[in-house]
């Protein structure tokens, strides 16, 4: 059974940096592409990143361009978040995910098969 497991949420001010985590349990973490999304209430989850089983290529949201960087270590099943400039627009429980087989889309929510109960992370003025 996989299981995700996110942490490094807070509460911080604007401007501010945060640092998240994913640990996925199972042996198979390095052979698949993984994502992060976030929901804020009332609204639609979307997608933030996403990363190639290798770390070759990587995809981010335009609106967290430039100030997001997702990365993984796959010797420690652990994929990271940094998050830096963080803005109020911001707020919102973070996920992270993994893509199932095959190559679908990878900044639809459907396409991943595997997902963390989440890590809140708050924002303000």
């Known amino acids: 059974q996989v299981q995700l497991v996110e942490s490094g949420g807070g509460l911080v001010q604007a401007g501010d940096s945060l640092r998240l985590s994913c640990v996925v349990s199972?042996?198979?973490?390095?052979?698949?592409?993984m994502g992060w999304f976030r929901q804020a209430p009332g609204k639609e989850r979307e997608f933030v990143a996403a990363i190639t089983w290798n770390a070759g290529s990587t995809y981010y949201a335009d609106s967290v361009k430039g100030r997001f960087t997702i990365s993984r270590d796959n010797a420690k099943n652990t994929m990271y978040l940094q998050m830096n400039s963080l803005k109020p627009e911001d707020t919102a429980g973070y996920y992270c995910?993994?893509?199932?087989?095959?190559?679908?889309?990878?900044?639809?929510?459907?396409?991943?098969?595997?997902w963390g109960r989440g890590t809140q992370v708050t924002v303000s003025s």
């Open positions: 995910a993994r893509r199932g087989d095959g190559n679908n889309y990878y900044a639809s929510h459907r396409s991943y098969d595997y």
């Open positions: 199972g042996r198979t973490f390095s052979s698949y592409f």
